[in-house]
């Protein structure tokens, strides 16, 4: 066959086969957001970086997505964006939100343009019939290793384990046998975590064990010996890790990085404030061996970008919704994998827990999840996270996973009109500002 005649039945066939698959623009519908309504759960969470407040985008093809984070204000203004769209046009209708306002958003802003965020990828999977880890490409991982928050204080008053307690709010992820630390000692509990499944045993360095009164000095002492007593417990294949919680400052972060460094913490969290992360930590970087962690507190990449770029940082803490969605963490990840830097996601709710499973499963770096639900269902959210024995599995249910049980919630926001601000390109398309 001379090589014309084999160029076209290679297109013969080509075209053959092609003409047999699905078109992805033919698959989906043509739609428009109709409506945004704004839920409280029954157990909502004040804080807004940790908000479980929910929000579903509705369509006019029976489509409905499911999101959360946010406030009923902040939701409320980005939900206007939205109204009249195209709920596939994801990228968007999440520049749209980002920009349709004067200003730059700040973090709380972009909490709830993540939670929108979520609710549009939800859509698409429904849309496709397919989970949205599947629209990412598809896992990477067949599970994702979690520690519980679970924390602890360390050293002080009753022996090393008194301070694990109390005051440190997520035992709830802790396993059954770790409990509260009731009659355990620190060693005990933090072998019982590696025991029930979980990659890690957290400690936090940052819980005042006096009332009030943090005295750094004193608790840089006591943290040092809480660590090695966490080291014999996890023992040689087990892992822990410490959130200094912003609570130390730069000298004193450094002292303890220093005593600890010999009991192989897998990450130091919030090890400075956050108000100085760009000048101490690449400081810090470079005058201990703790692998370092933050971002918990940030928001889209752009806080991110300095230290990952400079290998500053070894994980961060990004998470749902908070840096700004999907949309935004597949950007985060992707600067990640690029300089080789780990996520280690803050916890936030469960329908962002979802969410960050769907991302971060397809992410092929290293992951590490904080998660605080254990086993227990959630009364609202009859299908939402598939945890057993400290790992964390996707699904293959459409979208994010997650069915939302309406009676269990109560209605107190809902956006039907649009606004419209004008928002310029360039003419090849490409976007400006304002």
């Known amino acids: 066959m001379n090589r014309r005649l084999f160029v076209k039945s290679m297109a013969a066939v080509s075209t053959s086969a092609l003409a047999g698959l699905p078109r992805a623009e033919a698959a989906l519908p043509q739609a428009k957001i109709t409506r945004v309504r704004i839920y409280q759960p029954p157990n909502l969470n004040q804080l807004f970086n940790q908000s479980n407040m929910l929000c579903t985008v509705e369509t006019d093809v029976g489509l409905t997505g499911i999101g959360e984070g946010g406030s009923k204000d902040t939701l409320e203004q980005c939900a206007g964006s939205l109204i009249g769209k195209n709920p596939f046009q994801i990228e968007t209708l999440w520049q749209r939100m980002y920009m349709e306002w004067f200003y730059p958003p700040g973090r709380e802003k972009i909490d709830a343009l993540g939670a929108l965020d979520l609710a549009l990828w939800d859509i698409k999977g429904k849309a496709f019939k397919a989970p949205v880890h599947q629209l990412l490409n598809g896992s990477e991982r067949d599970y994702m290793d979690c520690y519980p928050t679970g924390g602890v204080g360390g050293g002080g008053r009753g022996g090393a384990g008194r301070g694990a307690a109390a005051g440190a709010g997520g035992a709830t992820g802790a396993p059954p046998n770790a409990g509260r630390g009731a009659g355990m000692s620190l060693k005990e509990r933090a072998a019982a975590t590696i025991a029930a499944g979980y990659r890690a045993f957290r400690i936090d360095g940052g819980i005042g064990l006096s009332g009030n009164v943090f005295d750094v000095h004193q608790r840089v002492r006591e943290v040092a010996k809480a660590c090695k007593e966490v080291r014999e417990g996890v023992g040689d294949k087990g892992d822990w890790s410490i959130d200094f919680h912003q609570k130390f400052d730069f000298p004193d972060a450094l002292r303890l990085c220093r005593l600890i460094e010999e009991y192989e913490p897998y990450l130091v969290e919030d090890p400075t404030r956050d108000e100085?992360?760009?000048?101490?930590?690449?400081?810090?970087?470079?005058?201990?061996?703790?692998?370092?962690?933050?971002?918990?507190?940030?928001?889209?990449?752009?806080?991110?970008?300095?230290?990952?770029e400079h290998h500053d940082i070894d994980y961060i803490r990004a998470t749902l919704p908070n840096v700004g969605g999907i949309t935004e963490m597949m950007k985060i990840a992707a600067l990640c994998e690029t300089h080789a830097i780990g996520i280690v996601p803050h916890f936030t709710g469960p329908v962002s827990t979802a969410a960050l499973a769907n991302c971060l499963a397809t992410f092929p770096g290293p992951v590490l999840f904080e998660y605080n639900y254990g086993e227990r269902p959630i009364d609202y959210l009859p299908e939402c996270l598939d945890f057993k024995q400290g790992k964390l599995y996707t699904n293959e249910r459409p979208g994010l996973g997650v069915t939302l049980d309406l009676s269990k919630v109560k209605q107190i926001g809902e956006v039907t009109t649009p606004i419209s601000r004008q928002v310029y390109k360039r003419p090849d398309g490409s976007l400006t500002h304002w």
């Open 276 to 308: 100085q992360f760009l000048e101490d930590i690449p400081k810090l970087r470079k005058m201990t061996t703790c692998p370092l962690a933050a971002g918990e507190e940030w928001g889209q990449r752009w806080n991110f970008n300095p230290l990952v």
